[in-house]
C-alpha cells in the first residue's frame, strides 16, 4: 500500500511563510503526497511550484471556525478556484449545527459545491465540540449537499481526528461520500489504523516521518 497517496500535506499554522510553503510543496513533490493543504493566500505561489507534478493543491475556507457568512465562504471557495485549487476544505457553522438548524448547514455546503462545480469538496465537522448525535447530522448534511468528503477536524480545536469518530462518520458516508481523518496523526500505526476503517485521506504535517518509517 502506497501510504504517501493518502497523504495531505498540511501547512495551515499562522506563522508559515512563503519560505515554508515553497519547501512544503518541493516535499509533496519528492515524496509523491496526493495533495498540499495550505492557506489561500499561498495558492499562486503553491501552484507555480506544483504546475508540472501529479500533486493537487488543497486550501481551507472559513478556516478555523467557519463562523462566517455564507456569501463569505462562497467567496472564497470561487476565487480560491480561480487561483488553481483543486480542492476545497471548509469548516461549518457549529454554532448553527449545535443549535438544530440543519438546514442552514446543508444549504451552506450545497451553496460551496455548486460554486466549485467539478473540484473537490471536503467538509471540516470539527467533531471535537459535537456529540455523536451532532456528528451523524453533519455527516448527514454532507452527503445530502454532494460533498465528496466529510472531515474530522481543522487541527485547531480542542481535538483531532479519533477511531471512534471516524467509526461513526463512515456508518453514514459508506460508500457514498469519503472520510478525510485530520489533527493530531503523527505516527504510522495511527495512519494504517485510519486506513483500515476506510479513511481515504489524512490531514497531517507528519507525512515525511509516516513514510519513512516504512
Known amino acids: 500500500m502506497q501510504l504517501n497517496q493518502f497523504i495531505d500535506h498540511t ?25 498540499v493543504c495550505i492557506p489561500p493566500s499561498y495558492l499562486q505561489l503553491a501552484n507555480s511550484v506544483l504546475k508540472d507534478s501529479n500533486v493537487k493543491l488543497a486550501t481551507v475556507i472559513g478556516f478555523p471556525l467557519g463562523a462566517m457568512t455564507t456569501d463569505a465562504k462562497v467567496f472564497e471557495a470561487k476565487d480560491a478556484v480561480q487561483k488553481g485549487a483543486d480542492e476545497i ?50 455527516c448527514i448534511a454532507a452527503l445530502n449537499a454532494k460533498a465528496d468528503f466529510v472531515k474530522t477536524s481543522t487541527g485547531f480545536g480542542t481535538g483531532g481526528a479519533s477511531l471512534e469518530d471516524v467509526k461513526l462518520m463512515k456508518k453514514i458516508a459508506n460508500d457514498k461520500m469519503e472520510i478525510k481523518a485530520s489533527g493530531g496523526i503523527k505516527d504510522r500505526e495511527t495512519a494504517l489504523k485510519y486506513i483500515e476503517l476506510g479513511v481515504s485521506r489524512l490531514g497531517t504535517s507528519s507525512g515525511i516521518k509516516l513514510v519513512k518509517s516504512e
Open 11 to 35: 501547512l495551515l499554522k499562522p506563522t508559515a511563510t512563503p519560505e515554508d510553503i515553497q519547501q512544503l510543496c518541493e516535499e509533496a513533490i519528492s515524496h509523491q503526497f496526493i495533495a
Open 89 to 138: 476544505d471548509m469548516v461549518i457553522n457549529i454554532g448553527m449545527l449545535k443549535s438544530g438548524d440543519t438546514d442552514y448547514i446543508e444549504n451552506e455546503i450545497a451553496a460551496i459545491k455548486k460554486a466549485i462545480g467539478s473540484k473537490t469538496l471536503k467538509v471540516i465537522i470539527e467533531t471535537c465540540y459535537l456529540t455523536d448525535a451532532e456528528k451523524e447530522a453533519a
